[in-house]
């Protein structure tokens, strides 16, 4: 396998990242890549990953023009006020797309796309440089935290990706925001960065948020279906007020384990823990950091323990992504 640097990429790396899968930087989470006109490519994505091919991927535009051209019809005013706001940037948005866009993309059923811009200067200049959109799910195994840095992806992926791109450490550290107006209205398919608070601010709205796939109603966005996350040491998830008194109860139940707790800086607990990873100050540096919390704990431990984070602003993203990645949640 091979590895560059984003800002030092030149015409031999991409002629060499042009017929194949790559893994690439991006400020939520490092993506498996591939051009959207690049069959082979693309369908290995869905192999290395272990993905269901029905889960379709979200591609990556440079330009507005990219954009039109991937789009059938006119870009609706709720996203032309949303584009201003926050593209480039961790949002994606799902537009009813071309007919000549590859079905691999769209999982093989989609009439729609999930597209974003992202924030990287660099990036966008290297996918000019290439010309086309590039499609890109998260550079994980299936089933596995999303990887924010290129040893995360190396970690899952190794020799089967040939072409590995660092960026350093992704600045957001969740994947983006996906929103879409649906039949059912305007829906925040998965939280994010961008708010469920800033998305109902700039177009004027309020939104609904379907993260979870209801039973009985077929899902509008296929990944809802599948876990998603989950380290492989237990993660226990401690909601409500008598969090701490739970705390101590598991750990009491398992004093020959490991245990590892993901905190907030400056939060004291009165427990032993084998491992301690802090998280960070604030909502935004949790998120940063939270994936890759997960993975260190996982390496080194036997049990997670987590506190839940109240809903507001970035919290509905992280406690949608430690409730994927709990295996127990305790009230
Ligand atoms: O931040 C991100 O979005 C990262 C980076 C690499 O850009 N990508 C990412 O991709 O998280 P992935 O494949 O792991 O997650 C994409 C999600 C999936 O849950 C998929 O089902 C949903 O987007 N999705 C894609 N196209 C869709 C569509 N047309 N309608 C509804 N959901 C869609
Ligand atoms: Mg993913």
């Known amino acids: 396998m091979e590895i560059a640097k984003l800002s030092e990429m030149d015409r031999h790396d991409i002629q060499k990242i042009s017929d194949d899968v790559f893994v690439m930087p991006t400020e939520t989470v490092y993506g498996l890549a591939a051009r959207i006109d690049r069959e082979d490519a693309l369908k290995s994505i869905f192999r290395i990953k272990g993905r269901p091919s029905d889960n379709p991927l979200v591609v990556h535009v440079s330009s507005l023009e990219m954009l039109r051209n991937l789009i059938a019809g006119d870009i609706p005013d709720e996203y032309q006020k949303l584009i201003e706001s926050f593209w480039p940037g961790p949002l994606s948005l799902i537009f009813r797309c071309k007919g000549s866009v590859s079905m691999t993309v769209r999982g093989g059923v989609m009439d729609t796309l999930a597209i974003r811009m992202p924030k990287s200067e660099t990036l966008r200049n290297l996918i000019d440089r290439i010309g086309v959109p590039l499609a890109a799910p998260s550079a994980n195994t299936s089933g596995r935290p999303s990887p924010t840095t290129v040893e995360h992806a190396m970690d899952d992926l190794g020799d089967k990706v040939p072409f590995y791109i660092d960026g350093g450490p992704c600045e957001v550290g969740l994947e983006s925001s996906i929103f879409g107006i649906l039949e059912s ?24 948020v379907r993260t979870k796939a209801n039973d009985g109603e077929v899902a509008r966005c296929p990944g809802q279906k599948y876990r998603h996350y989950s380290p492989s040491s237990p993660v226990y998830l401690f909601q409500g007020e008598r969090w701490q008194e739970n705390m101590r109860a598991i750990r009491v139940e398992n004093k020959n384990k490991k245990i590892g707790i993901m905190r907030l800086q400056g939060l004291e607990y009165d427990i032993d823990f084998e491992y301690s990873y802090n998280l960070g100050l604030d909502k935004k540096e949790c998120s940063r950091n939270i994936f890759a919390g997960l993975r260190l704990l996982d390496k080194n431990c036997d049990m997670i323990f987590v506190r839940g984070f109240d809903l507001c602003d970035e919290g509905l993203a992280i406690m949608d992504r430690l409730d994927k990645a709990a295996s127990f949640v305790i009230e």
Request: hydrophobic share 30%; net charge positive.
């Open 185 to 208: 209205g305007y829906v925040l398919l998965r939280p994010g960065s961008i708010t469920r608070e800033q998305i109902e601010r700039t177009i004027g709205s309020p939104i609904s």
